[in-house]
């Protein structure tokens, strides 16, 4: 069977369909392009503005691509978990959807229906624990399977757990991925030193909240910091790093790791949300400004070159003028290298949709235009910072900006920083995918940093 899956939202979604892609491939299924496909498998997210009349759009579009009887959509992800026989009743030629915890019988799923025509399937319901999945992962005594579409050389997703307790006041993710399940740590620990004796050098462990692995009912024996610590002791393991945190559970010995693993990147994405108080109490975040950069600050005496980089809300319900300049204020203290920054917008069913007052769009808008220059001001200034210095860069593909002469490649030094480096000659057999190489960076430009080798590949 020829497949095709389109992929929305967060590193989460992407790892889920990267997964399941391994899993179709290693069952005899081939992923093409969308134009060559019979069965489309589209994985969703709520997170941003109208999201379901979004997938709505996709799934006309994909349903003059269904011309024969055995070609199908199946729906996966957070609208799918909201929408749910929706999509059936709507689109005849829809007939999986699967919500957070289906996807790990998904691949199950698909085959059913590729051989039964008329069989339609909803599977939606939230499990007590988390979904173990079967095919698709390194296995210790065999290489990894061939790379799905959206694979990086030399890097690899690791879920450690799925759903989350915190019921943010604007946050959808309670209700379209459940309550908290953390992952067994030995189960973890397994599939991390598989990846790594297959030839993976830099791992991302997976979560809605990392920081409190563990602590809900079905949680683990090892607390976040000791999963660290187990994952750091893996040999040969060269890069760790980990998303997404919550600031009110982020513990005093994670924040040690970042001085003491060496394979613990210098990086951490940490959600301020909003740098007002006020706004904070409002979003139910249970952290206050003070917490926050009390954190920070820790964060940077441990490892005075750790790079942070930040969520932020602006326009939430009742957010005024100074509210947003204490948003502004905590971004010069803390001088995030990046930041992901939306205007509020209600999601069915969370508490922030009967708050008032309501901030009007155009309000919202200005507020969002002036952080977001703000942001690219305060990233170009430590950018900047860089040129001359050295480090080393894991490479992942070739970079779209080719020069003559020679062949340029993409990748990411331990910070998270994307780096471009010009390579002489222009051998195509010449892959460096998923090699570390030190680099000197000469400039920075557009956001990003270039730089020119100065060690061999290792």
Known sequence: MKFNVLTFGCQMNVHDSDWLIRAMESRGWKAV??????????????????????????????GHLCTSPGDFVAVGGCVAQQVGEGFLERFPYVRLVFGS??????????????????????????????????GGLANPNEELL?????????????????GCDNFCAYCIVPYTRGRQKSRLSSVIIDECRALVKAGIREI?????????FGMDKNGSDLSFSQLLYKISEIEGMERIRFTTS?????????????????????????????GSDNMLKRMGR????????????????????????TDIIVGFPGETDEDFEQTMDIMERVRYESSFSFKYSDRPGVAAVKMNPKVSDEVAQ???????????????????????????????RPSKRQEAGGVSWRGKDAGGRVVNIFFEGKDESF????????????????????????????
């Not at 134009?35 to 579009?61: G, H, M, W």
Request: neutral net charge.
């Open 246 to 274: 919550h600031p009110k559970d982020i513990a005093p010995e994670v924040v040690k790791a970042f001085g003491e693993l060496p394979n613990l990147c210098p990086q951490l994405h940490l959600p301020v949300q909003s």
């Open 101 to 134: 915890d289906g996807i790990a019988k998904a691949p199950q799923y698909l085959e059913e229906l590729a051989a039964d025509h008329e069989k339609r399937l909803v599977v939606n319901d939230f499990l007590a624990q988390y979904p173990e999945r079967e």
């Open 146 to 162: 061939p790379p799905g579409i959206g694979t990086i050389p030399g890097q690899a997703f690791v879920n450690i757990m799925q």
């Open 204 to 212: 991302t462990l997976l979560g809605q909240n990392v920081n409190s």
């Open 33 to 62: 392009e969308e134009s060559e496909a019979n069965i489309f498998i589209v994985n969703t997210c709520s997170v941003r503005d109208k999201p379901e009349q979004k997938v709505y759009n996709i799934l006309r579009r994909l």
């Open 366 to 396: 200005k507020r969002l235009t002036h952080l977001q220059e703000r942001q690219k001001h305060i990233t170009r200034e430590c950018l900047e910072e860089l040129t001359g210095k050295d480090m080393v860069v894991l490479l992942e």
């Open 431 to 458: 892959q460096l995918g998923g090699k570390l190489i030190k680099v000197k960076i000469i400039e920075s430009k557009n956001h990003s940093l270039i730089g020119t080798k100065v060690g061999d590949p290792w």
């Open 286 to 309: 249970k952290y206050d400004r003070a917490r926050y950069l009390g954190i920070v600050e820790s964060l940077k005496e441990a490892c005075p070159d750790i790079v942070l980089t």
